[in-house]
């Protein structure tokens, strides 16, 4: 049954919606629409004149070799910070599904994480790695490792994924824990009498049941791991060293602000908008149609 | 297969309730044993216990000669028919149904051999590729069956199978499940709050209240000579009547509160002077003239089935508490207001120690 409210005149309902479409007409559609015309002008570094380039700047763009590896890098990027936040999530809230005593305790703790604002939580990941301060660093060095991402890309890589996906554990962790107590205990008790071991059965029934919650929990995290992390990147490494970590909403920022190339920002903006566009169109035709049971 | 033994089992939940306070009971190869009882007597932790689903606190449970109080429910080898069916959602039925074999590494083409077995019996057929969510309730019902007997295990534990069914299909399925046990020869434990579902299917009944339980035995022996009060008044639809009085001096019989004549049923010589119960069912009261009646009630409501009517009334002159309700033929017509003689039949008549509530024998 659906139900539906009929207006007999057209005002009441366009004054009811006018606060959500003029909200996303100026917080939305008009800096969306500048990016875009932005992206086909050429400008120059004093933003005196500018010039109608049409497609040069996405030209130069997927031409630049340094686009393309902060492309590939973003993509390492976030495939490790959904997958590290994902797996870390699931196991915990696997284990908190167990825990009897204590249990608000547990999860409220582990919710807190999330509250953090993600520079504060990239400073905070920045210390503990600090080589020369940082408590992890020196363990590390007792364990025979070097840690140090001021000079090494890798560690610096390290770094910031351990930063983005601590933060989005918490996330992960509640949407998972949710989904794993809508799980009826009949269904996994049923299945250990068909003589399936805790291992087996989480894989074979906890698991398919949980997958619509963790094909949107990974569309989300790559949308995280996009767009969110600026803030982290920009605490902790500032993109370097050798811009090993400038990941693309990282380039944004720095070709456009610091680099003032506006035209040439803005271009790498649309692309960016494109990818969260095919993210969310993705991740509503495939939840809807195939992920339900 | 192989027979199922209860020594002293006692449970005691983590958070203080006492679901059960002892029971010690053998159920032999191949015998359908039905626990009944009413909600919260602990039925489900009972059969949970043996499925190993709930730990046992005292006592010991064995399949066969094993004791399997340590066992996982993977190494006991029974299957359960859960209330709710706990089919596998995201499964068609064929896999619903293999799943067990598979995790017990049957051959693929064994799989495929019993499950289309039991697909045949169950009439399932054209039903393999679909998921659970596309069957009705009676289906569901029978891919849950299907998954217990594909695995071929020692023992069935059923865990009121059958109550989310409509009425019709309910007495369809049970007559289903008790030609299948006995087909397979499958030794079941089946939980049931419905009497007429643990009359019809039981080899042998255990009635439990609170945790104990209260009578053993065949259903004919349970109707028979219930051992309890409260056993008396659960097993037999409509209840047992329960009137209170007082043994007759000369120990022929008894007078009951609110009738006019001693009720001439000598009670057994165990019965001490004093209070007892009479239970009468009714069944074994009959409409007779004035003069050779035991009992007179005044007729307060009457319901009328078809083949017979059930007529509600009280005693004569009794006060609170002296209800009696009478089968009679559904021919007879009777009206409230009315007040009808009844005889009783003097074999159908049980005495119990209002104190104890424990049959006098
Ligand atoms: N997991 C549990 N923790 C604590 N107490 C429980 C638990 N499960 C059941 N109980 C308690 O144990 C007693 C017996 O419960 P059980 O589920 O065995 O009853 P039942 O006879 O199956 O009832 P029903 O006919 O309603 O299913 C009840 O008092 C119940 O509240
Ligand atoms: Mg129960």
């Known amino acids: 049954m659906e139900k539906r409210v009929v207006f007999s005149k057209l005002g009441l309902p366009i004054l009811l919606v006018a606060p959500q479409i003029v909200i996303t007409l100026v917080f939305f559609i008009w800096p969306a629409s500048q990016a875009l015309y932005q992206s086909l002008l050429l400008e120059d570094a004093f933003g005196l004149k500018s010039q109608f380039v049409w497609l040069d700047n996405f030209i130069a763009l997927f031409s630049d070799p340094h686009y393309l590896n902060s492309f590939a890098r973003t993509v390492v990027f976030s495939a490790a910070t959904a997958g590290l936040s994902l797996g870390v999530a699931l196991f915990l809230a696997a284990m908190a599904d167990r825990v009897l005593k204590g249990a608000t305790a547990y999860r409220t703790l582990i919710v807190w994480p999330y509250a953090v604002a993600p520079a504060v939580a990239g400073v905070l990941w920045f210390f503990m790695f600090n080589p020369s301060i940082g408590i992890l660093a020196y363990l590390l060095k007792g364990l025979g490792y070097d840690w140090n991402h001021y000079l090494d890309g890798t560690d610096a890589m390290m770094l910031v994924i351990l930063a983005a996906s601590w933060k989005q554990v918490s996330y992960n962790f509640l949407f998972f824990l949710a989904g794993l107590q809508a799980i009826p205990r009949s269904l996994v008790e049923a299945a250990a009498i068909d003589g399936a071991r805790p291992f087996k059965r989480f894989w074979t029934i906890v698991f398919p049941l949980l997958s619509p919650t963790a094909f949107f929990l990974l569309v989300v995290n790559i949308v995280y791991a996009f767009f969110d992390t600026f803030g982290i990147v920009h605490a902790t490494t500032s993109g370097g060293p050798a811009q090993s970590t400038t990941i693309l909403v990282y380039k944004v920022f720095n070709d456009g602000f610091i680099g003032l190339d506006l035209g040439g920002s803005a271009a790498q903006s649309v692309v960016l908008m494109a990818v969260v566009i095919t993210l969310t169109v993705f991740q509503f035709r495939y939840i809807e149609r195939k992920v339900a049971y | ?73 993977a190494d006991r080898n029974i299957a359960m028919v859960f209330q709710n069916y706990a089919l596998y959602p995201h499964m068609s039925v064929f896999d619903n149904m293999a799943y067990g074999l598979r995790n017990r590494r049957t051959p693929r083409d064994e799989i495929a051999r019993r499950v289309a077995e039991a697909a045949g019996t169950l009439q399932l057929e054209g039903l393999l590729d679909r998921r659970p969510g596309q069957l009705s309730g009676g289906q569901r019902q029978r891919v849950a069956m299907g998954r217990a007997i594909v695995r071929e295990p020692e023992a069935f534990l059923f865990d009121e199978p059958l109550s989310n069914l409509d009425a ?194």
């Open chain 2, 1 to 73: 297969m192989a027979g199922l033994e209860f020594v002293g089992v006692r449970k005691t939940y983590p958070n203080g309730v006492k679901a059960i306070h002892g029971i010690d009971m053998a159920v032999s190869d191949g015998e359908f044993v039905v626990i009944v009882g009413p909600s919260g007597c602990g039925k489900s932790t009972l059969l949970r216990m043996v499925a190993g689903l709930e730990t046992v606190t005292e006592g010991e449970i064995r399949i066969g000669e094993n004791r399997v109080n340590e066992l996982e429910p």
């Open chain 2, 168 to 361: 019709k299909l309910r007495v369809q399925m049970r007559l289903e499940i008790k030609r299948l046990q006995r087909a397979l020869g499958t030794t079941s434990l089946y939980v049931t709050h419905d009497q007429v579902e643990a009359m019809t299917l039981a080899d042998r009944l255990i009635v439990m209240n609170a945790g104990v339980a209260e009578q053993i035995g065949t259903p004919l022996e349970i109707y028979d000579a219930p051992a309890t009060l409260f056993v008396a008044g659960f097993i037999g639809s409509p209840a047992m009547n329960f009137l209170s009085g007082t043994v007759a001096d000369d120990g022929a019989g008894a007078n009951l509160d609110g009738a006019e004549r001693t009720l001439l049923v000598a009670p057994p010589a165990s019965a001490r002077r004093g209070r007892i119960t009479v239970g009468i069912r009714p069944e074994h009261l009959e409409p007779v003239s004035r003069e050779t009646a035991a009992l007179e009630v005044v007729v307060e409501l009457v319901e009328a089935l078809g083949a017979d009517s059930l007529v509600h009334g009280q005693l004569a002159d009794g006060g609170e508490g002296a209800a009696v309700t009478v089968r009679v033929d559904g021919a007879r017509r009777v009206a409230a207001g009315e007040v009808l003689s009844l005889a009783v039949a003097p074999n159908h008549v049980h005495f119990f120690d209002p104190d104890d509530g424990k049959r006098l024998a």
